[in-house]
């Protein structure tokens, strides 16, 4: 096995680049981000994955930017540097402003702290919660 | 050190009962939930927590059932049982349906997946997130 | 392979009952906890890690109760349900008292705040710091 | 939304600028550290930090090297690149040896070891710790 | 919103009741686990994640056995419980052996453990490895 | 303290310089890692380590390419990226392809997802698997 590298889309079997001929006319952009480029080394996956993100992503209950928010905070939480730049990018590419992103940090850090506040002193469920 | 256990307003002192008192009136409710009543154990955090939670969550950019649910996408993440029902309680209470939470859910399913993805692919931040 | 079950002094091999009798002559204690009782379930693996408790957790720089208040920082950072209540005994048995876990659960909080700000903001280390 | 940059002094409005005066005098230093001038695009934020982190480390029970030392194990646990550089840092200008830090260390990974063994033997808790 | 709660074939959809039909044809089993129960409160979620599962869970490259103690793995680090039970048992079911599961709980926590020494000794990234 | 630092063999104790001997002749290389020379900075941790890692990663029921994917699927949920890069390289120099690597991380990802899943859900264990 070799270090994962991007396929470019000159390199890239149909199948790949179905994917990415998807991905680009659903966002309406030119070219796929990196991401994308790394997963198509496993075309199953990168199929599996952009039919979920799309699913997922796509219009509901929540608006957009409510959704591309919850990713944040989870990327956050979790330290995933890639995701949290390319999702802060698509947050604020539908309407995230930067008071809205300074609330969002601000809960995130927050939730992070209460957690393990609960944690620590082994707080019992109230019966209310369950 | 004693296990930690609740400590009720009957056996509070005067710093823990005014927090407790202000719990009560902004959230509008006859008591308080086991969190605090864990955290008053220690009078100085159970003060500050209050006061950055009662700051934090308060009125802002963001709807309050949107902070509520970036709260349950961190707890979620982060397995911390309490919290999860807790938040998923608040969330309920001001405005979060079943179908919102199912894309909650779905959505915090999907970062944490593609969280690992990123980094286990070792993807190179795109220029154009920087 | 069944569900994991504790092992018995009564029901151990010599190879188990040699690493019970050490940690019981090390601790000063009737019995072992159930930490010990499950993990004998792989010889190999009960002393490998028992050795290097013992190696890790003894005499040294930090006082004992420094080193055990360090390990429910982890813990409880992890929420491991078992560490946080068993670490949290053993930092008391020598001399954490109330105070002094009020303050570290704070730290603990504070900490997984502040190490999400510095994740979302993407913080740059300070020259300085390296 | 922008990346998020640092906020300097000469930037700064006057609620972030007697936030770092008092960091800055706190601290006996002639600057503040890259995190508190990246929390400065949220005043709010930065000033709410501030405040507690100064409550949480500042004197109490137990020494101002365990509080660094305890707050360098949650960032090491958690990953924060960040965090372990500035508070390693921190931890070493209050009195933290060589030789401390790797106790630590040691403890840390030692901790996160045995939080997975007893998650994944399912190890219930002895009554002893409850 | 309603605290979550197992839909049971007979109150499913039309929707809900393929998909655990598929479920129970590809494992031959007469019901199905509550973990799909729960996710049945959200059809799409369902149905999605089912597919996923069983695409990424089925023959390949990999035993089925090794499998399932790769996501025993992650389960544990993750301090999963629903998760490490149903994955323990479904790899047992495949052909985990005790001794198997032993080596698979001292990988995990060894990585565990290695993982945070290299965080906190900032270990570069050796050439050869890029 | 100063900032780690790789020990070099030139600059090592002899104590040091065993162990860097004993890892180049088990793995039959002329150099040892930089995990190695940083954890050098402590020899006890560094001898401690090695054994520990020897004997677990060493012939046993599984398979060592198998034993390196279950290091790489717990590094990539923890996103150690110094983890990730030296054991998918372990990894692959013992036969781990391309399409093993694939389905690795599909495995990760799916297991990190419905993890968060069984979490937000709350579901409980079946009776079967307990």
Redesign the interface.
Known sequence: ????RAVDYENASVEVRNVFDDIKSTRNSDDV???WK??A??P??LR??WE??K???GP???PRV??E?????????????????????A??SVG???????????????????????????????P???
């Not at 928010?69 to 390319?86: E, H, K, L, P, Q």
């Open positions: 096995m070799a270090t994962p981000n990196n991401f790394y997963l080394n496993d199953a996956t599996r994955t979920s993100v699913e997922v992503m509901g209950e929540l409510v959704k928010m919850i990713y944040v905070a989870v990327s956050v939480t979790n330290n995933c540097g890639y995701c949290i730049a390319s999702h802060s990018a947050a604020a995230m402003t930067d008071k809205m992103f300074g609330e969002l940090m601000a809960i995130v850090g927050m939730a992070n702290e209460t957690n393990r506040l609960a944690n620590g002193y082994r707080v019992p469920i109230d209310l919660f369950q």
